[in-house]
């Protein structure tokens, strides 16, 4: 009977570099006494002279610290597994100055705890700086994973981004500034990421990533970072990164939830063996409507870095593969493992796709779509925030607000009902009906969910309905300055 070792990094030089080791035994005293009989470099790390476990080496049966269970007498079995879990001090002293390493004596300093690293070394850091990484999107994804990129010292980084620094930013995209509010995010960030590593080269790519460019922008890079947040580039970033062989570091967020892969790897699947079609349009919320935790996007960027740099290294075991899905809420991480579509239209053994597409349209966001989505319908199912202030002062309306509570609570239009979108079917019959009831005019934040609203009131019954146009943003502008923007 044998069960599973975890063996930590800092203890794999005596172990062969294995991670993990089979060893017998009843007890975890005997597994310990078995793997140091095996791998006699160990015993002076895990025990005393006097052959007492040491009191800075913890160990795991499972979850469970085997201090608050017997101790070394726990028991195990083959199903169980048992971690190694040393004391680590977090720090190193600098290297000398190895001769030839086509690394200057600021790079040197720099990249000093990467030099001294059996799995970086010299080689290593000279592999880092002639890489070539592309991160699509510079916001909640590629601000931390651009930054731990450019302070590992990959020598080319790419940025494809053609948004300007907004105020609701700052809560996440940790690569800008309060003063970099109204820039072009690619200026902003080039300035941001030549201060913090002076030594690369920062390359944007200020356009809107689409089937006519994508494959030109990407051909000049190793590996692509997926930060897009619609599905429309998502899937072109997929396809694109198939059709050149280049891998795709995979990461998505929402509210506290995280997902990372890497996709388009030679014999991985890709995007669309795990998702062959997008949800249809407004089905998946964006983050702009159901929000995000601000450090999310900092746990998923950073582990997508980390995967571009384990690739670019050739070391360890990346998300190729594999589906990482971490729970914030919980504190938790999952994985889950992909397989490679044979029957992809893309990656598969006959592939269909042999160039890009119209991504839109295979998304399903047609113009009527993206007029929904932009909040704007017929004219006669639509009206003005100025309209709506006359007409509210003459008591001639029922405005029905169909954002969340938690952004009720931030603002609000005065006299207001409150039923968020996802409720509203249900609950129908709280709103005006009949010859003498009130007109219905319908608002969020934006005017985006107010015209699914609108249609949903529609295809109910409801005649006397109308969309605001721009939404709660819109009445602050022009309406109301003192309510709180957000």
Known sequence: MATTVFIPTPLRPFTDQQATVQVAGSNVGEVLQNLVAVHAELRNHLFTP???LRSFVNVYVNDEDIRYLTKEQTPVGDKDTVSIVPSVAGGAPAPETPASLDLNHDEVRRYSRHLIMPEVGVEGQRKIKKARVLCVGA???GSPAALYLAAAGVGTLGLVDFDAVDFSNLQRQILYSTEDVGRPKLRAAADRLRGLNPNI???GHETMLNSTNALDIFKDYDIIVDGADNFPTRYLTNDACVLLG????YGSIFRFDGQISIFASKNGPCYRCLYPEPPPPGLVPSCAEGGVLGVLPGVVGTIQAT???????????PLIGRLLLFDALQMKFRTLKLQRDPACPVCGDHPTVTKLIDYEQFCGITPAVKAADAGTLPAELETTVGD???RLDNGEVFLLDVREPSEYDICRIEGSTLIPLGELSKRLGELPQGADAKDIVVQCKSGIRSAKAVNLLKQNGFTRVQNLRGGILEWIARIDPSLHSY
Do not use: F, Q, S, Y
């Open 307 to 317: 995967e571009a740099i384990k690739l670019i290294l050739g070391v360890g075991d």
């Open 388 to 390: 709506l202030k006359r």
């Open 50 to 52: 006097e052959g007492r």
């Open 139 to 141: 916001g909640g994804l």
């Open 201 to 203: 080269r920062v390359v």
């Open 246 to 249: 280049k891998p795709n570091v």
